[in-house]
């Protein structure tokens, strides 16, 4: 009943919606003839009358109808492409900041320079996100004209490089791409890029030591394009910015050696359904025996518990050329639901060491986080966020409760023709295998096109190798061969065309039927399997019957399907025996689709649950890193940095104080006096019987000697002291954080367990997370304080006369050993300054080497 209420609510409103929106069209359309009548010239100076109507306090809302007309006679000058009436419709709802749903073929590419440029000309930027390179380059190529006609600047975003977009041939409005650097892409007006770029490059900046070396502006307007995959999709692999460490591989062979010897359902469980791997008491001691360790659980064989954690999952759940894929000796991740390779993104905490174990290649250093956000929280970092889809109406709640996005479904240009078949569903993936083939060689026979999409690389390989059996000529599209997608797909709607394809083929790229094929039925959809998401299976058939042209599709299933097997296969199989089908005979019934469909709610929901779950921990460390990314822009900045030494020196004190005199104890004098002295090198006679009253006047007292401590320093400095502060700070804040982050994921796993103690992880997370976030500053505060009153300048002269003498006592230890004295010094001690060598970077902050700099003047 609740969904029948949402279903109707959500469609009464979107039949509003679109109701507001034709009135808005029908001015749009009157505004053609007197737009048609303007010159080339007169309409490329249209842009600078809109931006005086903005500064002059109109909104975009009052000039969108003009810009609109604007826009769509620019293209069919330029592009020879005239928006219809529904991709006016669909330009209105991405500028207002909703989901557009439109139907592949539709013309997306085209209904996102509406708001694009409308967007555009305040002169914050506008950003296209697509879900690959090529579509980035391919759009702004292809929609260059219009924007470059009316005078704004288009970037693009690679990942190994950058480029404008420029006129190739003004007169034939023909474009080209010309390498620049990535900062004056992002400075475009209108810049397309991919969804990990624009992700990584903002991890990236909040790494810099200049602000003049940041390439992202503030994230004003962005469309995101296939919006369902990368925000919903996507949103479960945060971006992750990560560097080596200096753990040993060789304990991921070894683990991976002992777990190879263990048997499933005997050693360990698996849980298809959560993806989920347990030892059983037989493994538990198997291990403990092969490690010779009394108790795998201890405490102190935490780690090795995590390695055997990660191995088990390598090899009970994660298989090859469905999850990830070996080439060139690397494993590289394969994505779910798009099938392409995912290139220089790795598995976290161990698990893609344990893969590379598994597959008997070089194991890279396990990585440490330096920096990481999701998708989520990125993308809901823009002032204006809109998204576009041929799929998102079954996941409108989700990007409404995460993102506050609506979606709106835009109607058709032309109906909808194609005939979608009822499933069939055999008992055996043989049989249905069987089915497929039968069908691809009765289409083939009078020349019809197929595409057929599989769930995986493994099955479209497997389908492939049938077919040459039949001697069917066919191409085979999946992460293997990705970057002949878009030649592949475009011919797929060809005569006599065959093409089987993993989930990817969904993804931008129009298939047009060739001459003839229209008379024969169109494109025929062939699915071998359901995918987990409905989504999946609609974009699956949405390659077919675009703009009113006709097509079919049909969905070949099995009882051994993932899908079933895992979540509905009791069900469907009682209903198949009280049908009482036999052996090999294919079934088509509504009982039998509903289940299938139930089945896939099932998962879907448990998805959503998962993404909801990520990112309800990732909205702990989201604040953090905004007030870290915040303090440190702010250094960098160079604004108020006395009055943020001063916070720090009140920082220390204070902690100081109530650790050694706000104590249930007796005030600790001496041991404050002595930690003053140790942290800001200096010395105060403190009164011996100083009370919890008296303390503000003795904390008067410190203050001021630490402020004169720190006045000496600026003077020993010199005009370089504030470069100096700018320089010690963000070293020392990156380098908490960065620690902070290990410490974060280290608690993330541990929290877990808490609810085996009654205790609600998420509170737990969020309470301990609050105190380590609080102890990171403590410490950058301690450090600061110490480093900034201990500091010593050095002439280049003195510091260039210790490098000889230690070159000298180098040359002496290797051949004559370390001397007593020698031995002596290498005890520990605390480094209480910092080195500066000639080849350094400059402590001012100046990005030059020390020698070139402020070590010019020495």
């Avoid at 007309?69 to 209105?92: C, I, P, W």
């Avoid at 108020?640 to 706000?662: C, M, P, R, Y």
């Avoid at 480093?787 to 002269?797: A, G, M, P, Q, R």
Wanted: hydrophobic share 35%; proline share 3%; glycine share 6%.
């Amino acid at each position: 009943m609740i969904k029948l209420l949402t279903k109707k609510i959500f469609g009464s409103y979107n039949d509003r919606y679109l109701k507001k929106i034709k009135p808005i069209v029908s001015e749009i359309n009157a505004k053609e003839d007197e737009v048609k009548s303007l010159t080339n010239e007169q309409l490329s100076q249209k842009t600078a009358e809109f931006k005086a109507k903005l500064e002059e306090g109109k909104t975009l809302d009052d000039i969108l109808v003009d810009v609109f007309a604007v826009v769509r006679e620019v293209s069919k000058r330029t592009l020879n492409m005239r928006h219809f009436d529904v991709q006016l419709m669909g330009g209105y709802v991405l500028h207002k900041g909703k989901i557009a749903e439109m139907k592949t073929g539709e013309g997306k590419t085209l209904v996102a320079t509406l708001a694009l440029y409308l967007n555009a000309l305040p002169g914050k930027g506008a950003h296209l996100v697509t879900v690959n390179d090529y579509l980035a380059r391919r759009d702004a190529l292809w929609m260059g004209p219009i924007y470059l006609f009316l005078g704004l600047s288009v970037g693009v975003i690679q990942h190994e490089t950058s480029y404008l977009v420029e006129w190739d041939n003004k007169e034939k409005f023909t474009t080209k791409l010309v390498e620049c650097d990535r900062k004056t892409a992002y400075l475009a007006d209108i810049t397309y890029g991919t969804n990990n770029e624009f992700g990584f490059d903002y991890l990236r900046d909040n790494m810099k030591y200049d602000l003049e070396e940041y390439v992202q502006r503030d994230l004003h307007y962005a469309i995101v394009d296939e919006v369902d995959s990368i925000l919903i999709d996507e949103a479960r692999t945060p971006l992750i910015i990560s560097g080596p460490t200096d753990e040993s591989t060789d304990k991921y062979y070894e683990i991976d050696r002992i777990v190879r010897q263990l048997k499933k359902d005997e050693d360990y469980t698996v849980d298809e359904k959560s993806r989920t791997v347990k030892l059983t008491e037989s493994g538990i001691n198997k291990i403990e025996s092969a490690l010779k360790i009394d108790n795998l659980f201890d405490i102190k064989n935490m780690d090795t518990l995590h390695f055997v954690n990660n191995a088990l999952k390598a090899h009970a759940l994660f298989k090859r050329d469905v999850d990830y894929v070996v080439q060139d000796g690397k494993v590289i991740i394969v994505d779910e639901f798009t099938g392409r390779l995912m290139p220089g993104r790795r598995f976290s905490e161990g698990l893609h060491q344990a893969l590379e174990a598994k597959e008997g290649v070089e194991i890279e250093s396990e990585n440490q986080t330096l920096a990481s956000i999701t998708f989520q929280n990125y993308f809901r970092m823009y002032e204006k966020l809109a998204g576009m889809t041929g799929t998102a109406a079954t996941e409108a709640q989700e990007f409404r409760e995460i993102y506050g996005l609506d979606v709106i479904v835009i109607p058709t240009h032309k109906p909808m023709i194609r005939k979608d078949y009822p499933d069939v569903i055999y008992r055996t993936v043989k049989e249905k295998y069987d089915a497929i083939v039968k069908e691809i060689v009765e289409m083939h026979s009078i020349g019809r096109p197929v595409l057929v999409g599989t769930t995986s690389i493994e099955k479209s390989e497997y389908l492939s190798k049938l077919l040459k059996k039949k001697g069917i000529p066919h191409e085979v599209l999946n992460a293997k061969y990705h970057e002949r997608e878009a030649h592949i797909v475009a011919r797929a709607g060809q005569k006599y065309a065959v093409t089987i394809a993993t989930n990817m083929a969904g993804r931008g790229t129009d298939i047009k039927l060739g001459p003839g094929v229209a008379e024969l039925g169109g494109l025929h959809i062939l699915g071998t399997e359901r995918h987990e998401s409905r989504r999946i299976d609609n974009q699956l058939r949405g390659r077919s019957g675009r703009q009113g042209d006709p097509g079919s599709s049909r969905f070949f299933l099995s009882l051994e399907d993932d899908l079933l097997r895992i979540f509905g296969s009791d069900k469907i199989s009682a209903i198949m025996n009280r049908l009482g089908m036999k052996e090999g005979e294919p079934i088509e019934h509504p009982l039998i689709s509903k289940a299938i469909e139930n089945a896939q709610k099932k998962v879907e929901a448990m998805h959503f649950e998962i993404r909801k779950h990520l990112l309800e921990y990732d909205n702990v460390m989201n604040q953090q890193r905004q007030v870290v990314y915040a303090l440190r822009r702010t250094i960098l900045e160079g604004k108020d940095l006395d009055e943020i030494i001063a916070e720090h020196t009140e920082n220390v004190v204070d902690d100081l104080i109530k650790n050694f005199i706000d104590t249930p104890d007796h005030p600790d004098v001496k041991g404050l006096s002595a930690a003053l002295e140790k942290i800001f090198d200096i010395k105060l006679d403190l009164d011996e019987t100083v009370t919890k009253k008296s303390i503000d006047e003795e904390k008067k007292e410190i203050l001021a000697k630490i402020n004169e401590k720190i006045a000496e320093k600026k003077k020993e400095i010199g005009e370089h002291f504030y470069g100096f502060v700018r320089f010690l700070l963000i070293n020392i804040l990156d380098n908490r954080w960065k620690e902070h982050l290990l410490n974060m994921d280290y608690l993330r796993d541990s929290v877990g367990l808490r609810g085996y103690g009654q205790k609600d992880p998420l509170i737990e997370y969020k309470k301990e997370s609050y105190n380590l976030f609080m102890d990171m500053m403590n410490r950058i505060s301690y450090e600061f304080m110490e480093f900034l009153t201990h500091i010593k300048v050095e002439v280049e002269e003195d510091i260039n006369l210790k490098r000889e003498q230690q070159d000298i006592r180098e040359e002496r230890r290797d051949i004559f050993g370390d001397s007593t004295e020698e031995k002596e010094k290498k005890k520990p001690i605390k480094r209480t300054q910092p080195k500066i060598g000639r080849n350094d970077p400059c402590p001012c902050g100046s990005g030059k080497k020390y020698k070139k700099c402020c070590g010019a003047n020495h």
